[in-house]
């Protein structure tokens, strides 16, 4: 326990040093998860005590819209203006900053979101780190209600496992109202190829894979918090 106490302080501390890039007059995009809260709370630490001023927030999620207006974060909807920076979790980090997010199901909303940030930088812990996208995690698929069945016909034959995903007696509905297949990848994967080609599957709305747009991660793990840069 005391480890796990130890780790959830080292995430808080990278939180922080993601929430240090961030300046007055900003547009942020505000990440969904059990990482990313603690930027949002961060940012609004830092407007409360006056260190930012004039910040303003795109939310990724319905909760994460919540608690940035509980922590005095005006939020703003998402619109096509650039936003100066985005930071968000990761479920897996692989060694060139390609990642696999959605297992929180903000997937969707994450994407649109971060991929208008001039920076996309991600915060989490170490046990994300991977040498291949899909090693420890699925890869979460956002699918159409409407005719779901047939949809997950097609991703087998695509030759992914996995299932859809029901934490319930009902299947799981992200904010946006559709459902989420998490498929299990072959090893080795290739991700962009696999991207692209479920992209243009029927009945697939989008993808948690997060290909070359991250900027850097902050990782902590017991040893401290650990900086990772894009092609470095």
Known sequence: MPELVGLEALKREAAVRAVALVESGMRVGLGTGSTAKYAIEEIGRRLAAGELTRIVGVATSEASDVLARQVGIPVEPLDPRPLDIAIDGADEIDPDLNLI?????????????????????????HTKLVSGLGEKA????????????????????????????QPGAQPYLTDNGNYIFDA???????????ERTLKGTLGVIETGFFLGMAERAFVASMEGVQEHVRGA
């Open 138 to 165: 699925p890869v979460p698929i956002e699918i159409a209600r409407f005719g779901f069945l047939s949809t997950i016909e097609r991703l087998r034959a695509l030759g992914l496992g996995g299932r859809l995903r």
């Open 184 to 194: 299990a990848l072959p090893q080795p994967c290739d991700a962009l190829t696999l």
């Open 101 to 125: 997010k959605g297992l929180g199901g903000a997937l969707l909303r994450e994407k649109l979101t971060e991929v208008q940030a001039r920076r996309f930088i991600v915060i989490a812990d």
